[in-house]
């Protein structure tokens, strides 16, 4: 109906539900899992939303294209049809495995210079206030929450595993999701003032995601990898028991108390702590130091836009 009205972009986001949707339950993967009198149905859904995503997409960094000129968001324009699928890229790394967007030609190490991030001291000469109300923090009770949610005790054993002691990872939030959560920042003036002297990647519903993680003791965070190498991984350590550490695309870090340490996630990563004594460090993300500004803006806008058609 959406489509015979010509409200192609809405009927294209109803299109992509329904093939979501019906492909999370395991139907129209391929013609053997789609009845015969449906394929063609589902692959006129399949053109429309190919046709609509692209041109929805694309509109989106078109005033940095036209204010900047193409060569400015060249990168980002691959970055989109890599997302299409109308482009393959392979990442500078055949490690790198982000699950979400890809953007090409970005240096890749496991672990990023200080010298790149220009603010690193500045946190770092914070850590003493940080930590003071991270303590506070830990111990109040009901302060902290999962940092990841979990359905079912199988679901946790994915992510998490551990020793004698269920494993826990949880979390004290000052954004999450792009959400600022007041009351936190209220709780914690020093942190929220060191956050906000930040870089921060600001991607409506998105981004940035910044707490107090906590890693109970004995429990190991499983391998794993994460959505975008757009933004890179920012750990300050504030409690670091012994024999605790993180594994990034095979090179081992141990935190060290006041530390910052910067590292890509879209390379498989894990961290433990093996001692008997909760691990805190304060977590939160920041820009890849390789973007240019304009393609900060642009890729930001794109990720905003993709979220935007796939909910709506």
Partial sequence: VREQRGQLQAAAQSYYRALVM??????????????????????????????ERRRTLMAIIEPWRAQHGVAAVA?????????????TLQPTDAAQRPRFLYFPDLPAPR????ALFSWIEQLESATGAIRGEALE??????????FLKF???EQVG?????????????????????????????????????????????IRQHAPEICYSVLAPGTHILPHTGVTNIRVVVHLPLIVPA????EVGGETHAWRVGEVVVFDDTFEHHAWNRSDQRRVILLMDTWNPYLSDVEREAVGALIAGIGDFNRD
């Fill in 137 to 146: 923090v830990l111990a109040a009770d009901g302060a902290l929450q999962p």
């Fill in 75 to 87: 990168r980002v324009s691959r970055c989109l049809e890599a997302h299409l699928k109308t482009l």
């Fill in 158 to 202: 994915k992510y998490l595993g551990g020793g004698e002691q269920p494993p826990s990872w949880d979390a004290f939030f000052f954004y999450r999701d792009g959400e600022r959560i007041d009351a936190n920042h209220q709780r914690c003036p020093a942190t929220s003032a060191a956050i906000e002297a930040l870089p921060l990647v600001r």
């Fill in 111 to 114: 672990y990023f210079d200080r």
């Fill in 22 to 51: 019906a492909q999370a339950r395991g139907q129209w993967l391929d013609r053997q899992r789609t009845p015969a009198a449906l394929q063609p149905v589902i692959l006129h859904a399949m053109d429309v939303v190919d046709r």
């Fill in 151 to 153: 359905d079912s005790a």
């Fill in 243 to 246: 024999d605790c550490a993180i």
